[in-house]
């Protein structure tokens, strides 16, 4: 137990002050390079060299394309709802950036004016705020599509809502076995859970959780392969068709913080936060205003606890470019059958099977810690294997449309795979080249 | 308690005078020159054929509806995840019972195709 002082009055109002708008203006920053690194990455996996005109290695190409989208014209189509128009981006825009508020990003920092949490604001309702605050970014895309009154954007965004809606409900499901383990919703308690309590990240004992977290986070977000709302072979760009100029650059703004807030949440959900592993000298919490349970805090161990943070998070932004060149685009009845048919009942046969595995463990008189986590994490690889092996791919996910599917198998002599006469074709074309 | 959300207020107000900013900002720096073309309704260069805001798959609705059932079902469990440990073997029979009961629901549903999209 150490007594690092409360933070009262002034420097609490400034140390606050500074917190708001350091991790205001740090997603902003981060978001703009994101579009640049975004553009890096894809151009490193299809063997490119990407943007690099612009300053050293590209690196002013955010402030080039933020400058340029401030200064280009802007168009209000015709019968467009104007007010719902030009509200929409303010509405994606505003949920996507304070959503970060409540998540935990460093050890707490001592002062000489006291102790100063490495959190915006640690709500006691936690990931409630979280979930409540994410589901109000459906009504940016909604009312962008429906303002348009563009066709393509009207898809977009009705698209965008079911499909956001659908994964809601696994995202919600896929929380609730932290809940049993945290015992608490603070994103604080589940860090400290992770690093302290239990000791194990949950992305061990909780793996198939984290499984369906990551799959919901993407379709949240609008990402690849879930991109349907934008896609653009089908709908030009979805739901943002209309807009140009500064009004398009925030719905881009939107996305790429809400991927940062996305990878952040599954960084402290799952990876213990800004937790270093194995090392205890980080471990600590803050139980009331200036007094912290466990190791001493430091300045030191603050800086290296956000480095922590920053090397997960970004982990998992890069997945999410990862996954965007390696997956291909759902077909939309695709999204809604893994998303209804798959991963809810899924999420709740786990969430079942992991109380009834934690309450045995608790009958059996386990003690809370690292045997605990590690039988846990045993236990849990029933279900994951049971899941990898039961979800027949070719059914849930695979290529073939449905009506094919009902029409029976192929007649004998046709192959799905190969014209009968593509080789005579290939040769045909290299003759040609 | 009421004062941690002070903090989320103010990032609430720096994120919307962000906001209206760019809007405003980028409404008066570009240029606006409309034209009849340029304000149609982007149709990839065909001109638009009717009205957008017409009925539209009844499913979208359907989804949503179901959306409300099951997001309620896990704010209930989550309120029940948090202390399940303490209530134990008790608590977990009767959330069993709850999540019985929406799965007949939602086979009921599957089995009516409300969940089918083709």
């Known amino acids: 137990m150490h007594d690092m002082g409360a933070l009262t009055g002034a420097p609490w109002l400034i140390a606050m002050l500074i917190k708001v708008l350091v991790v205001f203006f740090g997603t902003m920053v981060v978001v703009a390079l994101l579009t640049l690194m975004e553009r890096k990455v894809s151009a490193w996996m299809q063997d490119r060299l990407g943007p690099n005109r612009v300053g050293p290695g590209g690196l002013l190409q955010p402030a080039a394309d933020g400058l340029k989208n401030i200064l280009k014209e802007e168009t209000y189509p015709a019968h467009a709802s104007k007010l719902f128009f030009v509200l929409a981006p303010m509405l994606a825009i505003g949920p996507a950036l304070i959503t970060f508020a409540v998540i935990p990003f460093a050890a707490p920092l001592p002062t000489p004016w006291g102790l100063v949490d490495m959190i915006v604001a640690d709500l006691p309702i936690g990931i409630l705020y979280i979930l409540a605050i994410t589901s109000l970014g459906i009504y940016g895309i909604v009312m962008a599509g429906w303002a348009s009154n563009n066709k393509y954007s009207f898809l977009g965004g009705l698209r965008a809502a079911a499909q956001m809606v659908s994964y809601e409900v696994s995202l919600g499901l896929s929380l609730i076995p932290i809940f049993f383990l945290a015992g608490n919703v603070t994103l604080t308690q589940i860090v400290w859970s992770q690093q302290q309590e239990l000791g194990w990240w949950y992305a061990f004992p909780l793996g198939l959780s984290f499984l369906f977290f990551v799959i919901s986070a993407f379709a949240e977000t609008n990402r690849l392969p879930f991109d349907v709302a934008e896609a653009e072979s089908e709908l030009v760009t979805g739901y943002h068709t209309e807009y140009s100029s500064m009004k398009f650059s925030m719905f881009f703004i939107a996305e790429y913080s809400n991927m940062v807030t996305a990878s952040a949440l599954m960084a402290t959900l799952f990876l213990g936060g800004w937790d270093i592993p194995f090392f205890t000298f980080d471990n600590m919490r803050v139980i009331a205003p200036g007094i912290v349970e466990g190791a001493e805090p430091a300045w030191w161990k603050t800086l290296l606890t956000f480095g922590a943070f920053g090397i997960k998070t970004l982990f998992f932004i890069f997945l999410f470019m990862w996954v965007r060149w390696t997956v291909p685009r759902f077909r939309y009845d695709q999204i809604m059958h893994l998303g209804w048919k798959v991963l809810l009942p899924s999420a709740l046969a786990y969430v079942t099977f992991m109380a009834a595995a934690i309450l045995t463990l608790d009958t059996l008189g386990v003690p809370f810690d690292f045997w605990y986590g590690l039988i846990l994490t045993g236990v849990n690889l029933v279900p994951t294997v049971l899941f990898l092996v039961l979800i027949d791919r070719d059914r849930v996910i695979g290529g073939t449309a449905p009506a094919a599917r009902r029409s029976g198998p192929l007649p004998q002599g046709i192959t799905a795979t190969r014209r009968p006469n593509a080789d005579a074709n290939v040769e045909r074309e290299n003759q040609e080249a | ?118």
Request: charged fraction near 15%.
């Open chain 2, 1 to 118: 308690m009421l004062e941690s959300y002070v903090p989320i207020l103010i990032l609430l107000g720096v994120t919307l005078a962000n906001a209206v900013g760019m809007v405003v900002l980028s409404h008066l720096v570009s240029p606006f020159r409309p034209t009849p073309a340029k304000l149609e309704p982007y149709e990839s260069g065909m001109t638009p054929l009717g009205d957008t805001r017409e009925r539209f798959s009844v499913k979208f609705y359907m989804v949503a509806i179901l959306f409300i059932v099951f997001d309620l079902e896990t704010i209930f469990l989550l309120s029940w995840g948090v202390v399940m440990r303490s209530l134990g073997w008790q608590g977990f029979i009767a959330a069993l019972i709850f999540i019985v009961v929406l799965t007949v629901g939602m086979i009921y549903e599957w089995k009516k195709g409300a969940l089918e999209w083709e």
